[in-house]
């Protein structure tokens, strides 16, 4: 492949930054709101397992849909039409979740959210494998990193100031939350679609197997032909179970322990938001430029001893400073991590099965995130029940992220500092 302008390497991955801006618009502050004006008694278990079971959907559904759009054929190419399929369901359930007048038709739109955003993710994540020379992978993951991180404070900080004022604006407030990602999901569209159009012939790229046959092997790696992609998957479940356990009760810890009013903790995760993506945009893009010279490995063991650090901070935290110094620590971790982790796995998946095989990297992501959330609903409510406490269930599960980001470290430490890269050759049956 002939090197990439900067400009179309910033298009590419424009569809990130939408997709991340979703989940930081939903999480913590509309799904926030929501649970606690619906479920307002066990507000920890209500939001961790509804987000458990949109991840079980995002699981099933994101290597199904790379399969099949590996193996598109239609005049706009193998992606796009998944892209704009994807963006108009995602702006009608995110009217479904802001609309939603009780528990049950607000969990259907979780549901449907994450079938939504995966229908544009799975295509989506294989355009780095599809477009980008190997040797500008590590920038492009950089990129993708700092919209990431962009979308982060984006995201959080405008819903979380919008959701802070619901007690003046009421209804309003929670639509102008939701409409932020549904306008930027429509200009992703154009610029991404723009950026990544296909060639007539790039739909024959996939291995000759009919769709059937492929969706039957759409959850099947072959670990013997690709041993890096084990250690990589570990390592990402764990580092991002550790990030989103502290990550997804961060609002009702705020509440609960830090004693902040319901709006007063919406504005302060927005600002805090601030914090965590300053530590992450100075150190992403010099992570994307290192990480193409010395290999993944190192950075990706420093990040997950640097997020422990910081986790650990967090549990002696009883103030909004000893937080705030902590979201920093933590962040220069994750930000190290996002440039470094997915460079890897663009490195190591076949680029003529890229959607599938992401699709089933993306368990990792998902199932981190699942077993969080999981963890956090189970424990943090009936361990601040059972002790009489409003900080233990949060300290229990806080401890079990600072373990969770050691291990990810140490999961890695079995993989070459610089694996060899496996995306040219076919995919063994």
């Not at 509309?30 to 458990?52: C, R, S, W």
């Amino acid at each position: 492949m002939k090197p990439l302008p900067f400009a179309r390497l910033l298009a590419i991955s424009a569809f990130g930054f939408a997709l991340t801006l979703l989940s930081n618009t939903l999480e913590p502050a509309v799904l926030g709101h929501k649970v606690l004006e619906l479920a307002p008694n066990q507000p920890n278990t209500a939001l961790g397992f509804t987000t458990f079971a949109g991840l079980i959907v995002a699981i099933l559904v994101q290597p199904v849909i790379g399969v099949l759009s590996d193996r598109a054929r239609t005049r706009w190419g193998r992606r796009m039409p998944f892209f704009a399929l994807g963006t108009v369901l995602v702006i009608a359930c995110l009217l479904l979740v802001a609309l939603a007048p009780d528990f049950v038709l607000l969990v259907a739109g979780v549901l449907l959210i994450q079938f939504a955003s995966n229908t544009v993710q799975g295509p989506w994540q294989a355009l780095i494998p599809d477009h980008v020379p190997e040797h500008q992978r590590g920038q492009a993951s950089s990129i993708k990193a700092t919209y990431d991180i962009l979308a982060l404070i984006v995201g959080r900080t405008i819903a979380g100031q919008l959701i802070g004022h619901f007690s003046q604006w009421g209804q309003v407030a929670v639509l102008a939350a939701v409409g932020v990602p549904s306008i930027v999901f429509i200009v992703a569209l154009f610029i991404t679609g723009t950026a990544a159009r296909e060639s007539p012939d790039t739909a024959s790229a996939a291995p000759p197997q009919t769709v059937r046959q492929a969706l039957t092997r759409s959850f099947n790696i072959d670990l013997r032909a690709h041993p890096a992609f084990g250690w990589w998957f570990a390592n990402r479940l764990l580092f991002w179970a550790a990030f989103i356990a502290l990550n997804t009760f961060l609002l009702f810890f705020a509440v609960d322990v830090i004693k902040l009013q319901q709006d007063e903790a919406q504005r302060y995760i927005g600002t805090l938001s601030t914090v965590l993506g300053a530590a992450l945009v100075i150190i992403s893009i010099p992570s994307g430029w290192i990480t193409d010279r010395i290999g993944r490995k190192p950075l990706i063991v420093a990040a997950g001893l640097i997020a422990t650090l910081g986790t650990l901070v967090i549990l002696m935290a009883r103030d909004l400073a000893h937080i705030t110094a902590a979201a920093g620590i933590i962040g220069v971790g994750i930000g190290m991590f996002l440039s470094a982790n997915w460079a890897l796995i663009t490195d190591i998946v076949p680029r003529d099965e890229a959607a599938r095989y992401l699709g089933v990297a993306n368990i990792a992501t998902a199932g981190g995130s699942a077993i969080a959330r999981f963890i956090g609903g189970a424990i943090i409510d009936p361990l601040n029940h059972l002790t009489g406490s409003t900080s233990a269930g949060y300290i229990a599960l806080y401890a079990i992220a600072a373990l969770f980001f050691l291990l990810s470290a140490l999961v890695i430490l079995p993989l070459p500092t610089k694996p060899v890269h496996t995306n040219r050759q076919p995919v063994p049956d």
